[in-house]
């Protein structure tokens, strides 16, 4: 079953609500591959479901650390850089972290694929103007289609 949702933000303060309704469905194993330009608002995203999770660190990108975890919410945040793993360096233990009953968000995914798992959530942001983003949703895991009508509705 393939979900597909696409959104519009008008700014970065829409852009974490909308991350807190995602952070509120999320549960431990939850990943989610987060794709887009620099400056698209891939932390400005993780961040509000950083928030959603209860997490009281402030999420700075990890791009020079590849990850970076937080642990003061409800489930812990695994937040990765697939960047700088674009060389064949990518397997990073990644089940690892997604068996050890965290979320993951993964930045730049399409450089470890190969090690997400097809149960995760896929998120593309593109910038429109300004502050205005497009915000495309794709998964093929049914415990996502609650979410998909709740952010619809909400955010329509």
Do not use: C
Request: zero cysteines; glycine letters at 10%; charged letters at 20%.
């Amino acid at each position: 079953m393939k979900l597909q949702l696409t959104l519009t933000s008008l700014s970065p303060h829409t852009t974490r609500a909308i991350a807190g309704t995602l952070g509120s469905f999320l549960d431990q194993g939850d990943v989610i591959a987060l794709s887009g330009d620099l400056g698209a608002g891939k932390t400005t995203l993780t961040g509000g479901l950083a928030s959603a999770l209860g997490i009281k660190e402030h999420v700075i990108s990890p791009t020079f650390n590849i990850m970076r975890e937080y642990h003061s919410g409800r489930l812990p945040l695994f937040h990765i850089d697939a960047y700088r793993l674009e060389d064949g360096n990518a397997d990073i233990g990644l089940e690892e972290f997604i068996d050890d009953g965290g979320v993951s968000v993964i930045e730049w995914p399409q450089y470890i694929f190969e090690f997400i798992p097809e149960s995760a959530l896929f998120i593309n942001i593109f910038i429109l103007n300004g502050d205005a983003r497009r915000i495309e949703f794709n998964s093929d895991n049914a415990r996502f289609i609650d979410l998909f009508a709740l952010l619809k509705e909400t955010f329509k």
